[in-house]
């Protein structure tokens, strides 16, 4: 583990963006995430970030590189229940939980900050449209995990890799981390399988079938999607899951007194993410 100093500026960190997405974020509140990110550690690949039945301890966001959350038997077997990309919380329900449920492993190298769980509390009683973002956030990871049911129970080896690389896309799309359809996947195969459920032998042959079909190109770690409609037609992925949308007007209603006082503008109307 090595400490890095806090440089990129909050307007540019992958919490900001992805909050961002959502609410019109205001002076002050973009002041108390960039506090928020200010204790920053690198970890190497294969490190646990969490451990399943440990206590919780500081709250971390990742700024940088990938994860696994997974869950796992007595006997070893794993299942991947999601992806860690950088903008996303490890430990946010740490003040409603004192152990964890699950694990979460670095894939790649990592850059994640950490705060101690008490400034949860702060934050909610200080920042309530910033808390409701962030809960935003972690409603939205919970879907992400029912969608993951849903492929692991009824879609097919091709519709199941399809709807993961297309909801990868989407997702680092928010944090400025893909872009005209590629994006880099540190991913093995392996990883790949726990993930959906297959034998490597089928992901290799299922993503054999994507890229003969021209629908995705893969150079090493890097993907490319050719034709993103196509893709997401062959995954059935509807991305209503994800909750790409502008926050309601009945949340800036709610909070209208706490905006005012944080300097924020309401945004208006319920949108998609362009």
């Known amino acids: 583990m090595t400490r890095a100093p806090a440089s990129?500026?909050?307007?540019?960190?992958?919490?900001?963006?992805?909050?961002?997405?959502?609410l019109v974020l205001s002076d002050e509140e973009k002041s108390y995430l960039s506090d928020l990110?200010?204790?920053?550690?690198?970890?190497?690949?294969?490190?646990d970030l969490l451990q399943q039945g440990e206590r919780y301890r500081d709250?971390?966001?990742?700024?940088?590189?990938?994860?696994?959350?997974?869950?796992?038997?007595?006997?070893?077997?794993?299942?991947?229940?999601?992806?860690?990309?950088?903008?996303d919380l490890i430990g946010?329900?740490?003040?409603?939980?004192?152990s964890a449920d699950h694990s979460v492993t670095?894939?790649?190298a990592v850059e994640v900050a950490s705060f101690p769980p008490e400034r949860i509390g702060e934050l909610f009683r200080s920042f309530p449209?910033?808390?409701a973002a962030l809960a935003w956030s972690?409603?939205?990871?919970?879907a992400i995990v029912a969608e993951r049911l849903l492929s692991l129970g009824r879609r097919t080896a091709l519709e199941r890799t399809a709807h993961l690389i297309v909801e990868l896309l989407r997702r680092l799309s928010i944090v400025n981390m893909a872009a005209d359809g590629h994006f880099v996947l540190p991913v093995t195969q392996e990883i790949l399988a726990d993930a959906l459920g297959l034998s490597i032998v089928h992901i290799n042959r299922t993503l054999r079938r994507l890229r003969d079909s021209g629908l995705i190109e893969l150079n090493g770690q890097r993907i490319t999607v050719n034709d993103v409609r196509q893709l997401a037609s062959v995954g059935q992925f509807d991305e209503l899951y994800l909750h790409l949308i502008r926050a309601p007007r009945?949340?800036?209603?709610a909070f209208s007194g706490a905006h005012h006082h944080n300097g924020a503008r309401p945004d208006g109307e319920d949108r998609p993410k362009a």
Not at 138 to 142: F, K
Request: hydrophobic share 40%; proline share 6%.
């Open 8 to 22: 990129r500026a909050i307007e540019h960190t992958p919490l900001w963006l992805k909050l961002s997405s959502y």
């Open 37 to 47: 990110e200010r204790t920053i550690v690198r970890e190497p690949p294969r490190t």
């Open 59 to 87: 709250v971390r966001i990742m700024r940088d590189g990938w994860a696994i959350r997974h869950k796992a038997l007595p006997d070893g077997r794993r299942q991947v229940v999601n992806f860690v990309l950088p903008g």
């Open 92 to 98: 946010m329900y740490c003040t409603l939980f004192e």
């Open 106 to 108: 670095t894939l790649t």
């Open 129 to 131: 449209r910033l808390a």
């Open 138 to 142: 972690g409603a939205r990871e919970e």
């Open 250 to 253: 009945r949340l800036e209603r």
